[in-house]
């Protein structure tokens, strides 16, 4: 069906609120991924969730993010207390994740564009 | 820890024109490597996977090569057009034995009708 969604599309905050993204998989894809991408900046890994095992959290940048997968399918990436730095599109992709495949083809959805005044 | 190079920001040629756009890496040598495209306001989309036991893989007018010994992929467009206009992003896996990946900052190409 439908690809990878993400909402909102774009976010305007202020410095020091807190933020959530929200990222809808597509359906039965087991794995799950948040990268970052600041303006004249690569993709940056921040998390991955593969299944029910223990999220890959080494890419997330401070303790201020954190992300959580509810029911094997939408996640969550939270902010708190935001920083103009944290500024940037944030990316989710999705794949099959197929044990043991370590390429399985990464679905991305569109982003969302967060701004911090 | 790996990194990855685009040597060119932005690559302009005409329609037409085989466009070849490079990506090296400089650490270990991954398992696969991936070519995506990314339009702007968009998330990327998958092209080609190549893995290290090949040298080249085709789709279309695409061509990805893949040379261990020089840390180096080359990624071809065929009689390239208009529409073929994007940033092409380069992507290997983060960690040898990973899934998530580690990008490169891409290179945009042009092509002039």
């Known amino acids: 069906g439908a690809g990878v969604s993400q909402s909102p599309s774009n976010k305007v905050t202020e410095k020091g609120k807190d933020v959530e993204l929200r990222c809808d998989p597509i359906?039965?894809?087991?794995?799950l991924y948040w990268y970052r991408q600041s303006l004249g900046q690569g993709l940056e890994f921040l998390i991955y969730?593969?299944?029910?095992?223990?999220?890959?959290k080494s890419g997330l940048p401070s303790d201020r993010f954190s992300a959580e997968r509810t029911g094997g399918s939408v996640s969550t990436l939270t902010i708190q207390r935001t920083q103009q730095e944290d500024s940037a599109v944030y990316l989710c992709?999705?794949?099959?994740?197929?044990?043991?495949?370590?390429?399985?083809?990464?679905?991305f959805g569109p982003g969302t564009r967060l701004t911090v005044l | 820890s790996q990194k990855i190079e685009q040597n060119s920001e932005a690559l302009n040629i005409q329609e037409g024109k085989t466009a070849t756009l490079t990506c090296n890496y400089t650490?270990?040598?991954?398992?696969?490597l991936q070519w995506y495209r990314q339009d702007p306001g968009r998330g990327p989309v998958f092209l080609l996977l190549?893995?290290?036991?090949?040298k080249e893989k085709r789709k279309e007018r695409l061509k990805v090569t893949f040379d261990t010994t020089l840390k180096q992929s080359l990624f071809h467009i065929t009689a390239s057009q208009p529409a073929d206009s994007a940033t092409y992003l380069c992507?290997?896996?983060?960690?040898?034995?990973?899934?998530?990946?580690?990008f490169g900052k891409g290179t945009t190409l042009s092509v002039s009708s």
């Open positions: 992709a999705s794949s099959l994740g197929v044990a043991g495949d370590r390429t399985d083809t990464q679905y």
């Open positions: 359906s039965g894809h087991t794995a």
């Open positions: 969730f593969q299944g029910n095992s223990a999220p890959d």
């Open positions: 650490n270990y040598s991954p398992a696969y």
């Open positions: 190549i893995r290290e036991n090949e």
């Open positions: 992507a290997l896996p983060r960690t040898q034995a990973g899934t998530a990946l580690i």
